[in-house]
């Protein structure tokens, strides 16, 4: 019985060891947790500062610029289409060869001419033929009539002799007018004929160079009584070239006549050409009409200045920038410091809440509110703080932004990094400028 008194008395301190030991794991983890939580408030009292990097405002100039792509053309160019149909009996020149005015250019066989040509000539000799006979016959009759009409006069002849001899004068007459009227017909199917085969022979209407050629010798070809015809060449005055761009209809309204446009065309690598705006499409050119990714351009044509005389030639890719304003000694800051805040939904109120209607519902209150356009703002450094500044903006070029106001000159903005100007900062931002990574391009000279 000792025994097993002994047992359970050892067995009962060994179990109050055990939940003393337990509930001390339990209040270490708790201390533990307590800890933590404790760390994890103070770290989110302690102040953020955010890295950014400056550039003091100055005042430049600032060019405004629309960019297209495009091709060089020739700003004179003929299309030579076959205007009689028939095989190329003769081709002198090739692609690349230079032509004056009146140079042959095309020889069309002329063969399925020469026997209408010879028909409608001979149905005017015969034609001519009989009216000759019945100019004779209008003299008999004439002389007749006189006859009768003497006769008549002495009552020799009757009324009715009398209107047979007029019938008959008067029928002559109209017969010689028919065929007079035939044979005018009879020339103009004549005129019509020789006019085709004179299109047999096509020459130059202008010089130039001959920029493409479609056909080859003993080919045959349409005319244009079949639709357009066949185009056989083109001709093309290289000494004055263009370039034609496509402009988004959001772009060209900045675009006037006569701006400046810089020209980089592929072929010329080393090589920035000048020119000028002279003519602007009125009328869009679409594509992609009724489909999501419908896009509408106008067609831009710059003349381009080749003083040196370089080998352009239609079809060369071109980027061309066009100057559409220029303002000089603005101030200016870097595009990337300029960013947008949404107005606050709850910053529409009243000097007085009796200054508020009673009938003022919510739905008037959300309209005025969708008036509410984001804010462009910077953020300016002062005493280590970020401050937030709204600006009003004017033109800009691909790295500064004209400031019409909201800052002054030699003001500290802020110009990255994108996330500390976009996301990061707020009004009173603790910041910590370092101007030594080169993270932006550098300014502007």
Known sequence: MADLNNTGVQNGAKKKKKNRKKKFLWISAAALLLLIIIAVVVSGKKEKIVEVQTEKIKKQSITQIVTATGKVQSETKVNISAEVSGEILALPFKEGDDVKKGDLLVKIKPDAYFPQLKQQS??????????????????????????????????????????????????????????????????????????????????????????????????????????????????????????QVEVGETDVTYIKLGDTARIQIDAFPNRVFTGYV?????????????????????????????????????????????????????????IQSVTTRDEDSTSFTFKDDKDKPENLTNEKESKSQKKNKPKEIVFVIENGVAKKKEVKTGIS?????????????NDEVVKGSFKAINKDLDNGTKVKVDNGKKKNKPDKE
């Not at 080749?306 to 303002?327: A, W």
């Not at 070029?397 to 400031?403: A, G, L, P, S, W």
């Open 122 to 243: 001979a149905a005017i000799k015969v034609l001519e033929s009989n009216i000759k006979t019945q100019e004779v016959n209008l003299k008999k009759y004439d002389l007749d009539l006189k006859r009768v009409k003497d006769l008549y006069g002495k009552g020799l002849a009757s009324t009715s002799d009398l209107e047979t001899a007029q019938t008959s004068y008067d029928a002559t007459i109209a017969q010689i007018n028919s065929i007079k009227a035939q044979i005018n017909q009879q020339k103009a199917s004549l005129s019509s004929v020789e006019y085709d085969l004179s299109k047999t022979t096509i020459n130059a209407p202008m010089s130039g160079t001959v920029t493409q050629l479609n056909n080859e010798l003993g080919e045959k070809v349409l005319g244009t009584s079949y639709n357009i015809g066949s185009q056989i060449m083109t001709i093309s005055d290289l000494s004055k070239m263009e370039c």
């Open 278 to 334: 002279y003519e602007i499409a009125n009328t869009a050119k679409a594509k992609g009409e009724g489909t999501q990714e419908e896009v509408v351009n106008f067609i831009v044509k710059i003349r381009i200045f080749n003083e040196q005389g370089f080998d352009l030639r239609p079809g060369m890719s071109c980027t061309v920038d066009i100057e559409v304003n220029k303002k000089d000694n603005v101030l200016a800051v870097p």
């Open 397 to 409: 070029d691909d790295q500064y932004i004209e400031i019409i106001e909201g800052i002054t000159e």
